[in-house]
């Protein structure tokens, strides 16, 4: 079993920062793709950005140029850096990991329970 937690969702004023942090533990032999996806009332979830453990990187449209996704293969963890933040990136945002627990298990999708990001003056 995964554990995804994550940390640093809170209120911020329109073109403010935030950094979200996720740490994967449990029963983890190598993570493929890590990433963060969010969700706003009446909405889809959808992705906001992934990387692989190789370090490509995949984003949202509407976040390229504000938000940087890193990760730490060492220590199992993802950042999102969210910058110039705006109204419209209120959201739950969940954090997301493809794991495999072993050599020979299939990979499995992981979520983290979500934390809040409002954007709001």
């Known amino acids: 079993q995964v554990q995804l937690v994550e940390s640093g969702g809170g209120l911020v004023q329109p073109g403010g920062s935030l950094r979200l942090s996720c740490a994967a533990s449990g029963s983890i032999f190598r993570i493929n793709v890590m990433g963060w996806y969010r969700q706003a009332p009446g909405k889809q979830r959808e992705l906001v950005a992934a990387?692989?453990?190789?370090?490509?990187?995949n984003y949202a449209d509407s976040v390229k140029g504000r938000f940087t996704i890193s990760r730490d293969n060492a220590k199992n963890t993802v950042t999102l850096q969210m910058n110039s933040l705006k109204p419209e990136d209120t959201a739950v945002y969940y954090c997301?990991?493809?794991?495999?627990?072993?050599?020979?298990?299939?990979?499995?999708?992981?979520w983290g329970q979500g934390t809040q990001v409002t954007v709001s003056s």
């Open positions: 990387i692989t453990s190789g370090g490509s990187t």
């Open positions: 997301n990991a493809q794991v495999r627990s072993s050599r020979y298990s299939e990979e499995r999708t992981s």
